[in-house]
C-alpha cells in the first residue's frame, strides 16, 4: 500500500511569491491534515480537511488556505510568502480513527 | 493552555542501553497520544499511538506508557542501537478538538 506523498518535495520561491503544495493520502483515507515545522516554533498544525470539508483549522494568517478534491487529495497554498514560511511543510492522512500517516515533507525556501 | 513538553531535548547514550524518553501535557483531558520518530530532513513515522483508554502500547523494542493524573507518558526503548538514533515526538489530541499538539522532540544519538 503507498504511503502519503507530497509534491514537490524541494521548492525555492522568492518573497511576495505564491505557492502550492500538494498531497495524495493513502488509498481510502479522507482526511488530511497539514502541519507547518520550523526550527523555532516546532509542528504546528494548520489545517484539516475531511470530505472536502474544511474540518479544523489552526493559527495561522489568511494567506495560508488549503482545499481538498473528491479523491480526497489535497493542496495548500500560500501567497504573499515571507522569509518566515521557509518551513517543512507535512501532511498526514487518516481512515476515520485517530491515528496518522505522515508524508515526507515539502522543504519550502523563500528568499 | 494546551502544550506539550519534550525534556530533555538532547539525549546521548552508549549502544545497548535501554533509554526512556518523557512527554509532559497539561491537560489531562485527552483524547490519544501519539509518538512519532523523525530522521533528519525527512517525514515523521508512527512508532505507538495510545488511546485515552490505554495505560501503555508495546512494539518491539518499544513501550509508550501513559498515565493521564500526572499528565505524562513516556517511551520506553530497550537494547538501543545506532540505527535508534532520531528526533522523537510526542504528540497529543485533547478531547476540545481534533488536532494534534506536538513537544518540541528529544534528538537521541545512541553512540556505537
Known amino acids: 500500500k503507498a504511503g502519503v506523498t507530497q509534491t514537490p518535495r524541494y521548492l525555492i520561491k522568492t518573497r511576495g511569491q505564491q505557492v502550492t503544495l500538494s498531497c495524495s493520502p493513502i488509498?481510502?483515507?479522507?482526511?488530511v491534515s497539514w502541519y507547518q515545522q520550523t526550527p523555532g516554533q516546532g509542528l504546528q498544525f494548520l489545517f484539516e480537511y475531511f470530505s472536502e470539508t474544511q474540518r479544523n483549522k489552526g493559527n495561522f494568517p489568511g494567506r495560508f488556505s488549503g482545499r481538498q478534491f473528491s479523491n480526497s487529495r489535497s493542496e495548500m497554498n500560500v501567497s504573499t510568502l515571507e522569509l518566515g514560511d521557509s518551513a517543512l511543510y507535512l501532511c498526514a492522512s487518516s481512515r476515520t480513527g485517530p491515528e496518522q500517516y505522515f508524508g515526507p515533507g515539502t522543504r519550502l525556501t523563500v528568499t | 493552555k494546551q502544550e506539550v513538553t519534550q525534556i530533555p531535548a538532547a539525549l546521548s547514550v552508549p549502544e545497548g542501553e535501554n533509554l526512556v524518553l518523557n512527554c509532559s501535557f497539561t491537560d489531562s483531558a485527552i483524547y490519544n497520544l501519539q509518538w512519532f520518530r523523525q530522521d533528519p530532513g525527512k517525514g515523521l513515522t508512527s512508532l505507538l499511538l495510545i488511546q485515552s483508554s490505554q495505560r501503555e502500547q508495546t512494539s518491539g523494542r518499544l513501550n509508550a506508557s501513559l498515565d493521564k493524573s500526572s499528565g505524562r507518558s513516556t517511551l520506553y526503548i530497550a537494547a538501543s542501537q545506532p540505527g535508534d538514533s532520531a528526533t522523537y515526538l510526542c504528540?497529543?489530541?485533547?478531547?476540545?478538538?481534533?488536532?494534534?499538539?506536538f513537544g518540541t522532540g528529544t534528538s537521541l544519538t545512541v553512540i556505537p
Open positions: 488509498s481510502g483515507h479522507r482526511s
Open positions: 504528540a497529543v489530541v485533547w478531547n476540545t478538538g481534533n488536532q494534534f499538539y
